[in-house]
């Protein structure tokens, strides 16, 4: 039997590859079970000093991610040995990844297209899994999704548990029990009871913070020193009745050098407008985002602390600038442009290939695995999903042969 922590990004696709192959499987999620529509209130609340956005439930943040699938870090991983060509042909094709049509691109999105290429910026329509007959193009794809059109982990578990797997929910997992360096269970805490159960494999995929904390119970101290998140903004104005908050968001990307940006609506960009009639419908918006320096930690509470490098803020600030180019290009007016403040929704890298697991994510307790955007060895900078997708998938082989 197999242990799964976690059902999000990184634990559902584990589950439904090794349940697809006959191996026994007990998932434990520490959120409940709930519908996709309903995700938007399980949103984690950590310290004032971070703006920071994961979720605690089934599918975990994946289920309220826009669906955005792109491949990275393929030279990063390629200095540990480990090729995701093949891995990522065969998630790009479960999952469904494809461009939007242009019957799912609105006005907003068009605009900011058609902005990038008469700036000669490379300017695609974003890959994503979001199917086009289910969406209602509500524009509340980072709400979870009201119509159910997105790919999300909880997908996979569903499959996993008609395949036969056991799902426990609303279950914290709080350490890994082992014994001669070896795993053999885990510890976990359920209406205020502690429980236990034994295998002899256990996969970590709880997200960069949730894995921290269990590593560190586990006696893996190193975990969490470090940590990435991909810090964002959102920069807009003033663009009368251009609707683009009811359209399929982050429908398109311009890839700069050291930024990505993508148009996505943001409430907070109103506040900057010294005009009382402006409406949601008037605003055009593109969140802007980077590759972090993996600077700062996840403390023993499962607080972040996050240190923002003269290079983060550089960047962003490259970043802001052409969206700004952008924004007027498509019709914005310049001098209503505001920007969000600095968030993240990537955190990743505290238990990094290379430090914390080896290049199979095993740990130095034989048996125990990691399998989230915590193996990540960098900040990709972009939507880590499909990266964490393939991974897993690489990782479900692996056992799937050597069980
Ligand atoms: C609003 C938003 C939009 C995003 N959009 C995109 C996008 O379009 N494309 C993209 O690639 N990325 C996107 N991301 C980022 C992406 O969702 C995450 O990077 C990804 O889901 C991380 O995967 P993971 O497996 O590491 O963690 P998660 O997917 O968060 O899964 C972790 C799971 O572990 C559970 N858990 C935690 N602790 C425990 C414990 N102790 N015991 C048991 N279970 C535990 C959690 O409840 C959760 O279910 C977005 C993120 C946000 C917040």
Redesign the pocket.
């Known amino acids: 039997m197999i242990i799964i ?7 559902g696709i584990l589950a439904y590859e090794l349940t697809k192959n006959n191996i026994p499987v007990t998932i ?4 409940p079970y709930i519908d996709s529509k309903d995700a938007f209130n399980y949103y984690d609340k950590y310290s004032d000093s971070v703006d920071l ?10 289920i ?6 792109v491949r990275a870090l393929d030279e990063e991983l390629h200095e540990f040995g480990i090729d995701l060509s093949d891995a990522y042909e065969y998630v790009e094709n479960l999952v469904g990844v494809h461009q939007l049509d242009d019957s799912h691109i609105g006005k907003g999105t068009q605009a900011f297209l058609d902005a990038g290429h008469e700036l000669g910026l490379k300017t695609l329509k974003m890959p994503k899994a979001i199917r086009e007959e289910d969406c209602i193009q509500c524009g509340k794809c ?1 709400f979870g999704c009201p119509a159910d059109a997105k790919w999300s ?1 909880k997908d996979f578990v569903d499959e996993a548990v008609k395949n036969g797997a056991t799902l426990i929910c609303d ?3 709080v350490s890994v029990i082992s014994e001669d360096g070896k795993a053999c269970g885990v510890t976990y805490i359920k209406e205020d009871n502690e429980e236990s159960v034994y295998a002899d494999t256990v996969i970590l ?4 913070i ?1 894995s921290t ?2 590593l560190r119970n586990s006696g893996i101290e190193d975990a969490g020193r470090e940590i990435f998140f991909d810090p964002f903004v959102s920069v807009g104005g003033y663009l009368k009745d251009i609707n683009f908050n009811t359209e399929v968001q ?1 429908a398109g990307l311009v890839i700069g050098e050291n930024f990505v940006l993508s148009p996505h609506f943001s409430s907070f960009i109103r506040a900057n407008i010294p005009n009382d009639d402006v409406g949601d419908k008037d605003i055009l918006s593109i969140m802007v985002k980077t590759a972090d320096e993996c600077k700062g930690y996840v403390d023993d509470d499962g607080d972040v602390v996050k240190i923002n490098t003269i290079q983060d803020i550089r960047y962003l600030a490259e970043g802001a600038a052409t969206a700004g180019f952008i924004l007027e290009k498509a019709g914005v007016d310049p001098s209503t442009i505001g920007s969000t403040v600095y968030r993240g ?2 955190p990743g890298g505290t238990a990094p290939i290379g430090k914390i697991v080896d290049s199979n994510q095993e740990t130095e307790i034989e048996g125990l695995f990691v399998s ?3 193996v990540l060895p960098v900040s990709p900078g972009k ?4 990266t ?1 997708l393939a991974l897993s998938k690489r990782l479900a082989d692996y056992l799937v042969k050597n069980k």
């Open positions: 922590v976690g059902t999000g990004a990184g634990g434990i999620e520490k959120g956005l994961t979720t605690t439930c089934i599918g975990g943040a994946s309220v991610a826009m669906g955005n699938m980072a982990g279950a914290e997992v995929s709880a997200g960069a949730g904390l269990i982050m929704a990537h989230d955007a915590s939507p880590p999903i499909l964490i």
